[in-house]
């Protein structure tokens, strides 16, 4: 790795600090992956060789969320225009069935869906990389692996943020695994870990290709591991488990083209319908995050999550009415009853409660190469280090995404989200997502790329930081760094990052009838993008929200 030679070609603006470069570049979880993937375009590759270095690059540096054992979607543009997506979210394992988490009274048994063997969905990263190659790579696929393999070898140092990471957590890894594990030693900043399971992991599938993730070594080591954990993942649901290029959700907003992911992630359906909804309105008149503007994108997203509840699930297992709930007139309907008198209440719209957790669990990273492709990609475990059942053997933290199905009709999940009969659990389905890798075209050429972890916050956070940069002017740092706000129809709470609303602003909202909640959530999202100058620079947008870079020539 030379990554001085990066550090070099990365001009930092000193009035704005904003971040840019020429030709290419990276915008990850970690510093350590963004320059991994600038590296591989730098010597030749594409953004799509680059996606595949920088995904295994944060499954070593980044387990809070990186991965080969998860899933995520990928939604890119080539240099001639042309878009798609590649959904590669976990499956539900065939022994698997709706109500799998319930007790014989038909309650949701606590943690069951969340942090026991049986949370596990089958995992898609692997068969990602090993798709992506096939369609779009053009380095050889061994040579992708070799700089995470070095890196799980060679150990990452600990970050402040990573230790913050393992002791919010260390007791319940602890508790699943016991105290031999690798994550039960007593971490400190600037530690290196070396992680020489997962990197032997690593060196059987760069030689073995995938089939070694999915019927090799890996599989059966993983699949008895999570046998005697009382899981019921089999052999076959991994040698059966296949990615799919699905046909992305693309709309227009003013002068935006918009191009994101669609079911089975709500992301789509959900920032197409926002967006049509605000759309009558002049945004820069209300001004950013003024009382109206909240009003605006709250009652906005509350009508639009109401209805991911109820239609949303994996298109391949029921009918998703993408094209009515899209449509101009029905949204127009939906936002008849908003008025800037008074707030609409989540019950008049639709019924439920709950209570949510905070949750930056994912990964985003966004990647432009300098033969001018696109590559959006949100990839996570769902959950902090997913279930946090970690197999010492193989290296690697399992996924907990089956939490993502509606376990019962209209009992919330850890985000807070209800679901219906359309995201009930089925063998083979997969649990609906709000992941929302984004691409956004100005003037038919690309102009934005992005996407955050956070759960149910990731569409409201990709929708604030797209309108900060095209209606409020602001820079791509600038525009992740803006404070953000939330609201997701249940509970009927509008969620505010501290400091994103002043005093005066809260008490009127309150009047309004708004429940302001500033505590729950000290951050929502975590954006990692890029923005496209109009003289062709790149302008990275890293959050600071965690330990976030950017990297490229
Ligand atoms: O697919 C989803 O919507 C969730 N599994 C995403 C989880 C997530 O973003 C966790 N981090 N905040």
Redesign the pocket.
């Known amino acids: 790795m030379k990554s001085h030679l990066l550090a070099w070609s990365l001009i930092v603006c000193c009035c704005c600090s904003a971040q840019t470069t020429r030709n290419a570049m990276v915008v990850s979880a970690k510093k350590e992956a963004s320059d991994i993937g600038a590296q591989v375009m730098k010597d030749g590759g594409n953004a799509f060789d680059a996606m595949i270095a920088t995904q295994l690059a944060l499954a070593v540096a980044y387990p809070y969320a990186g991965n080969i054992s998860g899933g995520g979607f990928m939604v890119y543009r080539l240099a001639n225009g042309q878009t798609g997506t590649l959904d590669f979210r976990e499956t539900a394992p065939k022994a698997a069935h709706r109500d799998m988490f319930l007790d014989t009274n038909g309650n949701v048994i606590q943690g069951k869906s969340t942090e026991t063997a049986l949370s596990v969905g089958v995992p898609g990263s692997v068969a990602a990389i090993f798709d992506v190659h096939a369609a779009f790579g053009t380095i050889p696929i061994k040579k992708l692996f070799g700089p995470a393999i070095l890196l799980a070898r060679n150990g990452i140092v600990l970050s402040e943020k990573d230790i913050e990471h393992i002791r919010q957590n260390q007791a319940d890894i602890i508790r699943l695994n016991g105290d031999k594990t690798l994550y039960a030693q007593g971490y400190q900043t600037g530690d290196v870990v070396k992680f020489h399971a997962l990197a032997k992991t690593l060196e059987r599938i760069a030689k073995y290709g995938r089939s070694e993730f999915y019927e090799g070594e890996t599989a059966k080591k993983l699949i008895a591991f999570l046998n005697r954990k009382g899981g019921v993942m089999t052999v076959s649901d991994l040698k059966h488990y296949k990615t799919k290029w699905r046909d992305p959700i693309v709309f227009d907003y003013k002068d935006l083209r918009i191009v994101t992911m669609g079911p089975p992630s709500s992301g789509g359906v959900c920032l197409a319908q926002i967006f049509a909804m605000i759309s009558p309105y002049d945004l820069r008149d209300l001004g950013h995050n003024s009382e109206k503007y909240v009003q605006l994108l709250t009652e906005a997203e509350r009508r639009s999550y109401a209805d991911r509840n109820h239609f949303l699930g994996d298109p391949d297992f029921t009918h998703v009415p993408v094209k009515q709930i899209t449509e101009g007139e029905y949204l127009k309907q939906r936002m008849r009853s908003f008025s800037f008198d008074k707030a609409t209440a989540s019950s008049e719209v639709s019924h439920g409660n709950i209570a949510f957790s905070e949750?930056?669990?994912?990964t985003h990273y966004s990647i432009v190469d300098q033969f001018g492709n696109a590559v959006s990609v949100t990839t996570?475990l769902?959950g902090a280090y997913g279930s946090k059942i970690y197999c010492d053997e193989l290296g690697f933290f399992l996924n907990n995404?089956m939490d993502?199905f509606s376990a019962k009709s209209g009992v919330p999940n850890y985000f807070g989200l209800t679901g219906s009969k359309a995201n009930a659990i089925a063998p083979g389905k997969r649990m609906l997502?709000?992941?929302t890798p984004t691409i956004v075209e100005k003037d038919k050429q690309l102009y934005m790329v992005l996407g955050t972890?956070?759960?149910s916050t990731?569409i409201t956070s990709v929708l604030q930081t797209i309108l900060n940069v095209s209606e409020f002017g602001m820079g791509m740092q600038q525009a992740v760094d803006a404070k953000r706000l939330h609201h997701q129809w249940l509970p009927d709470i509008v969620l505010s990052e501290p400091g994103a609303l002043t005093v005066e602003q809260v008490k009127s909202l309150t009047a309004k009838g708004y429940k302001i909640d500033e505590r729950t959530f000290s951050i929502i999202g975590k954006v990692d993008a890029i923005l496209i100058r109009p003289d062709g620079t790149k302008e990275a947008g890293a959050d600071k929200r965690g330990n976030d870079a950017a990297a490229g020539f």
């Open positions: 949750s930056d669990e994912t996570t769902n995404e993502d997502s709000s992941m972890p956070g759960g990731i």
